[in-house]
């Protein structure tokens, strides 16, 4: 029994939603006054993304809506959910949706600072954001907000942070009025992090990523470093964009590190299963889950949940430095184990 990190991937990340379907108006934030009828699983489909699993759990009252790339010009059409990277996982808690005092916390304030945002990465970035506009979306930042103009940050229907960023040159798609959100990817999911040394080694050495990219910003007091499993796809610092290195990809983990907090002992960010809830994982595919948590023991790592705790025995949480938890998935494409 043995495991290869290099066959892993960053499977998904996982948000908790008020309304994944169309039931009326949007009411709640950021939609106050919207008579915009759209739930959670048809705003990220507008995105350009299709649900590709829907698990029902009645008798624990939620649903899991798995929605990916799935475009013949994808990342992995066709591919079962388990053998991707770049899947959001949106969970939908019974009854929620006739809650009026259930409010989702994106993660961006406290309490309930952690988690910051999924990122998609697109063709035409002027033109991707006119669309979202010209539906009704709402924007946290528009691209002509601030002084970067090659970022967007969008608005799901519970105020989750959706970065936009371009495949291509900002300046050379200016004047293109078309977008294909076939050509989309789920580039990245963000979470701060306290101690960056402590979280780069256990993303590197115990979850066995290879760090793609660094991004220093001593200016504003802020680094980000992106993580990923890059399979045969080699790294590089540069790509054909020439302002989003790695715009292509899908799966990748980036990590906010602001200075100073890992000196403060008192300093903690929030994992979003405490309440305020919001975020929940992100997940790992790997080649056999009986050998790689067999590996994660050895590595002496902290348990959320074993793989023999419980009723489910086909997954396990592990628990970064920050307490946010990761979850551990059978690849069902390299060994069957479980029929979803």
């Avoid at 699983?41 to 899991?64: A, H």
């Avoid at 080699?234 to 890992?262: D, I, K």
Wanted: net charge negative; hydrophobic share 30%.
């Amino acid at each position: 029994m043995s495991t290869d990190t290099s066959k892993y991937k960053f499977n998904h990340s996982m948000l908790r939603v008020k309304d994944p379907k169309e039931s009326g108006p949007l009411t709640s934030l950021p939609y106050p006054n919207s008579q915009l009828t759209i739930g959670t699983v048809k705003f990220y489909e507008f995105f350009g993304l299709k649900q590709i699993n829907k698990l029902d759990f009645p008798e624990n009252k939620f649903t899991l809506y798995f929605l990916a790339y799935d475009s013949p010009n994808s990342a992995s059409p066709n591919a079962h959910w388990t053998d991707r990277q770049g899947v959001i996982e949106l969970t939908h808690n019974h009854g929620s949706e006739n809650d009026p005092s259930f409010k989702i916390a994106n993660g961006n304030s406290e309490p309930g600072k952690g988690f910051g945002h999924l990122c998609v990465s697109v063709d035409n970035i002027q033109a991707a954001c006119q669309r979202l506009e010209d539906a009704g979306y709402k924007f946290q930042k528009k691209l002509t907000d601030g002084r970067m103009k090659s970022i967007a940050f969008a608005l799901d229907p519970d105020g989750y942070w959706v970065e936009i960023i371009g495949q291509n040159v900002a300046d050379k798609t200016e004047g293109v009025k078309e977008t294909d959100p076939g050509a989309y990817r789920m580039n990245h999911t963000m979470i701060r992090v306290k101690d960056h040394t402590a979280s780069l080694n256990f993303y590197q050495e115990v979850m066995g990523m290879t760090l793609t990219r660094t991004s220093e910003n001593s200016s504003a007091s802020f680094n980000l470093y992106f993580l990923g499993y890059p399979g045969d796809k080699p790294v590089s610092e540069s790509s054909q964009n020439g302002t989003n290195p790695g715009a292509e990809r899908e799966g990748l983990l980036e990590l906010t590190w602001n200075y100073g907090t890992e000196k403060d002992a008192d300093f903690k960010y929030h994992d979003g299963n405490a309440e305020p809830q919001g975020f929940g994982h992100i997940a790992i595919a790997v080649d056999d889950i009986d050998a790689a948590c067999k590996r994660f023991e050895e590595k002496g790592v902290n348990w959320k949940k074993r793989l023999t705790d419980g009723r489910m025995k086909n997954v396990a949480f592990v628990l970064d430095p920050d307490g946010y938890w990761i979850e551990v998935v059978q690849n069902e494409k390299l060994k069957r184990s479980s029929n979803w």
